[in-house]
């Protein structure tokens, strides 16, 4: 079945930095497209951003430029969210998901979500 | 643009309930409208997708529609059960950018 599995959670200081994997499995990766989102404790989602998974180009919403970026290893079927420079506000549950089909906007699966915990 | 809905709602077991979903800017029928259910500690899975499409395996108990006068998106579950507390998050997206509205969480008691 088409499933998407996400690294384990992370642990770091202020400053450092961190990359979460999103592996895919059940189709072909390159036909789908992949988003990232965020979700601090409490709080709602938001749109990170997305990679276009045959192209490998990336694009980053308002407020995710800079220290975060989107890369792809399309050999083992696998994306990649790397954030540098990590602050305090961070600390969220970040999220992978797959376009549902080319070319929709509906996202189905999700990964089961990574934990990114930012404290000195 | 952005996406508003109520913070809350709250239901009775077997009635129905509509969670709303305003767009602030644009028409909110130029774009499809989607909506992901999200239960404490498991990640969001889709309901309604297309604006009112259901996938298989949701019941027809979800329903999505679109109303062009309010500039809204509603989601209704009716014949609520207590495994239908979550919370409820609408999305849209226009040319460059995915909106995600602040969720609305569904209490069935």
């Known amino acids: 079945q088409v499933q998407l599995v996400q690294s384990g959670s992370e642990l770091r200081k202020p400053g450092a930095s961190v990359k979460i994997s999103c592996q895919a499995s059940g189709y072909n990766f390159n036909m789908y497209a992949m988003i990232w989102v965020r979700q601090a404790p409490g709080q709602g989602l938001e749109w990170m951003g997305w990679?276009?998974?045959?192209?490998?180009?990336?694009t980053y919403a308002q407020g995710f430029t800079g220290r975060f970026v989107f890369s792809l290893d399309t050999s083992v079927s696998t994306a990649y969210l790397h954030i540098s420079r990590l602050q305090t506000e961070d600390t969220a549950i970040y999220y992978c998901?797959?376009?549902?089909?080319?070319?929709?906007?509906?996202?189905?699966?999700w990964g089961q979500g990574t934990l990114v915990t930012v404290s000195s | 643009f952005m996406l508003t809905q109520p913070h809350s709602v709250s239901e009775s077991p077997g009635k129905t309930v509509t969670i709303s979903c305003t767009r602030t800017?644009?028409?909110?029928?130029?774009?499809?409208v989607e909506w992901y259910q999200q239960r404490p500690g498991s990640s969001p899975t889709i309901v309604i997708y297309?604006?009112?499409?259901?996938p298989s395996g949701v019941p027809n108990r979800f329903f999505g529609s679109v109303d062009s006068f309010s500039n809204s998106a509603s989601l209704t579950i009716s014949g609520l059960k207590t495994e239908d507390e979550a919370v409820y998050y609408c999305q849209s997206y226009d040319d460059t950018t995915l909106v995600f509205g602040g969720g609305t969480k569904l209490t069935v008691l």
């Open positions: 800017s644009g028409s909110i029928a130029s774009k499809y």
């Open positions: 297309d604006d009112d499409q259901r």
């Open positions: 990679i276009n998974t045959n192209t490998g180009n990336p």
């Open positions: 998901a797959r376009a549902a089909a080319p070319r929709t906007n509906w996202f189905d699966p």
